[in-house]
């Protein structure tokens, strides 16, 4: 891990707003698929949103769909995660990945993606 920055993590109340930034370089810039995932201690890391296919293609999980926006800038080799309407439910360690285009059928999977960022901590309270 930490061949991507992620930052904009912090404690919120239910309802507000967190925008999520995932960092590349220049040396080593994002790949064509970028994924946010997110994890609690004991639990399977799960998929939360991917942009792809040179920006054509845009995915998300049930739980945050219609809440969370996923985009990048490519000038900036930088990625984000629009994320509203938080609930206790989103509560995690939020990672972002990027790797080689595969395709809808793995947007949603681990192993797609070869470089990791270290995550940012996103805490939401009733």
């Known amino acids: 891990q930490g061949q991507l920055a992620e930052s904009g993590g912090g404690s919120v109340q239910a309802g507000d707003s967190l925008r999520l930034s995932c960092a590349a370089s220049d040396t080593n810039p994002m790949r064509d698929a970028l994924g946010w995932f997110r994890q609690v201690p004991g639990k399977q890391r799960e998929a939360v949103a991917a942009i792809y296919n040179r920006g054509r293609s845009r995915r998300y999980s049930a739980p945050v769909k219609g809440r969370f926006t996923i985009s990048r800038d490519n000038a900036k080799n930088t990625a984000y995660l629009q994320m509203n309407s938080l609930k206790p439910e989103d509560t995690a360690m939020y990672y972002c990945?990027?790797?080689?285009?595969?395709?809808?059928?793995?947007?949603?999977?681990?192993?797609?993606?070869?470089?990791w960022g270290r995550g940012t901590q996103v805490t939401v309270a009733s």
């Open positions: 990945a990027t790797g080689d285009y595969i395709g809808d059928t793995s947007w949603d999977l681990g192993a797609t993606y070869d470089f």
